[in-house]
């Protein structure tokens, strides 16, 4: 009984921060849109893990021709190959049983994906402007959960949009794309998240000044 509540709140998780997604990147009420875009931005970073399990189970295969011809039922791949299909199934190797996997795991595998790429990204401090006699201080506070998360999602956001500009892809891809590097502690999300811990770090002396 335990595990099952378990899943079921990490799963009521993982829907409450796509659903503040889907509100944060929805203009003019167009929520069937951002719904898509969202689904899309979904698919496409479940494709591009594949690819990358797919690529790196193919960089550690240090067999000759005859043997992986053999063994998997395809001819030597080289490792240069920029991209492979998903569809690809070998034979008598693990990556066929995780293809043929329930969808209820990948959709597992995506959420925590997204929750992993938010809490990297999550700041947990930032600096308001207090008046003080004389002048303004910056002083550090402590930020809440709720605000973490929307600042997390909306710098993801902003950081597709500017990919967006820069490149001819689309902007679920884009999205898609800030996620993985979020979760894998890079981008401008990321970024923005030191940059903020570093200017409340140079204002500790302000802490004194305090008053909530």
Not at 65 to 81: Q, R
Not at 164 to 188: D, P, T
């Amino acid at each position: 009984m335990m595990n099952k509540i378990e899943y079921n709140i990490e799963k009521t998780k993982t829907i409450f921060l796509i659903q503040k997604a889907v509100k944060l990147i929805m203009k003019c009420g167009k929520q069937d849109k951002a719904l898509n875009l969202m689904n899309e931005c979904l698919t496409i970073a479940n494709q591009m893990q594949k690819n990358k399990k797919i690529n790196s189970h193919l960089a550690q295969l240090k067999i000759n021709k005859k043997e992986n011809f053999g063994k998997y039922g395809f001819p030597f791949l080289s490792t240069k190959m920029p991209t492979l299909s998903p569809l690809l199934s070998f034979q008598g190797s693990k990556l066929n049983e995780n293809n043929n996997s329930n969808t209820a795991k990948k959709v597992l595998n995506t959420s925590e994906m997204i929750e992993r790429a938010i809490n990297n990204v999550s700041p947990f401090l930032e600096v308001r402007k207090v008046r003080t006699s004389r002048n303004s201080k910056q002083v550090p506070s402590m930020i809440q959960k709720n605000r973490q998360e929307t600042l997390a999602i909306r710098w993801i956001i902003e950081a597709a949009q500017q990919r967006q500009k820069k490149s001819s892809q689309n902007f679920s891809k884009c999205l898609a794309i800030e996620f993985l590097e979020a979760y894998s502690k890079r981008g401008i999300a990321r970024q923005k998240r030191n940059e903020m811990h570093k200017v409340a770090y140079v204002n500790r002396a302000h802490l004194r000044s305090r008053w909530w």
